[in-house]
């Protein structure tokens, strides 16, 4: 048994609460340049949007639960890590919501197969060369990667005098 849908569940409860206390920001705070590595809370959430709609689009057995649609339904192309895909919150929170859900079934559904976290997975890079890893490693990437670019969010709310609140996994009711 992995540990994988419990991470897909707390970041799911995680997002939720950032996207919270985004909800109480000021007008004009959530896309306001902080100095961050993505410059506001909006560019860094639309990031972390994109990577996991790129990780979900390599795990998920049905690969149309991984495509972001714009206003009128038609896919949006990623062409950058840091695109803004979504510039205001209630878009954002939406798109958020169903990828949440759709990472958390994937997850579910790997974890009921029994998929072999030690098979290997190739990675293109920007540069156009590959990497070879297993999958274990790429999950354990992805889960990173959220908890590393929320807890860059959860420092600009704070220094906005938002409390996103508890973060500690062991202290969260996930289910």
Known sequence: M???PLWAR???AMNQR?????ARLQ???FTEERGAFFGSICRTLNHILIADTYW???FAEDKSVAVLLD????P???TASDQVVYEDLAGLTAWRKRI???IVRCLDIMEAKGADLNALMTHRLVDGSTVEFTVNKALSHWFNHQTHHRGQVTTLLTQLGVDVGVTDLLLMDLG
């Open 10 to 12: 707390y970041n799911q």
């Open 100 to 102: 949440d859900k759709q």
């Open 2 to 4: 992995s540990s994988f």
């Open 27 to 29: 007008p004009g705070q």
């Open 76 to 78: 949006i192309r990623i």
């Open 71 to 74: 206003g009128v339904g038609k």
């Open 18 to 22: 950032l996207y919270q206390a985004c």
């Open 56 to 58: 979900l689009s390599r």
